[in-house]
Structures are given as C-alpha cells and as structure tokens.
C-alpha cells in the first residue's frame, strides 16, 4: 500500500495578494491556477524543487474562515519549509521584508527560524543536518 498527502489546505484572504507573497518572495511556482466559479479558483503551489505535497491557496468564504486566515493552528508552527542551504534562503528572505519572529539558532537536528506569512501563519525555515 502507498498513500500520500496531496496537498494542505491553506486559507488565504486573497489568491492574488497570497500568490504575490508566495512566488515573489518565496520563490514557490505556480502548479495549477484554475477558476471554479466567479470567486472561487483552484490554486496549488509548491517550493521550488519539490514534487511532492502541494499548497492549495483557499479563499475563505465565509465568516469562520476569514478569522481562521493565519492562525490556522492556534499559534503554533504550521508549516514547514525545507532548504538545501539555510543561509542562502534565510538572507534572501530578510531581502524581501519577510519577517522572523524566532531567529536562526543550532538544534541538534539542524539550523531552524520562524518565520511569518503574509496573514502571520508561523513557518519554520529548516535545514537538516545530514
């Protein structure tokens, strides 16, 4: 038997304004960008280099949801992203005002900090030592 996770629902308040923070900043590509209904798309994005889960950008609809927008998890480290080389993605992403709220420290697994999208979700910018 063989199972995956696809993709990871995250609510987003606009897809424009969210696809702008994640591809321009990020650097994440666009996989698939489908309209649904008149304010509804189909929108999967991932980091560069990876084939696996995606990130499905989900407008909130509705009341419930729109408090939900960044703060998915209650505060805590919602997702996390993976590099080959930790300096390199840290420093580009404090070129572009992303902002850490924890910064860079050595744990026995690798380098981490947190870090905040656009809506305040917390993100941990990891490199594992190999």
Known sequence: MKQSIAHIALLVKDYDEALNFYVTKLGFEV???TPLADN???VLIRPPGN?????LL?????????L???N???GRVFLFLETDDFYRDYNNMLAVNIS???QPVVESYGIVAVFEDLYGN????IQHTT
């Not at 084939?51 to 990130?55: H, Q, R, V």
């Open 31 to 33: 996989i698939e960008d």
């Open 40 to 42: 509804k798309r189909w």
């Open 100 to 102: 850490f709220v924890r």
């Open 68 to 70: 939900a927008v960044g």
């Open 72 to 74: 998915q998890t209650g």
């Open 51 to 55: 084939t696996g889960c995606c990130l």
């Open 58 to 66: 989900a407008k909130a609809a509705n009341q419930q949801q729109l």
């Open 122 to 125: 917390l993100w941990d910018l």
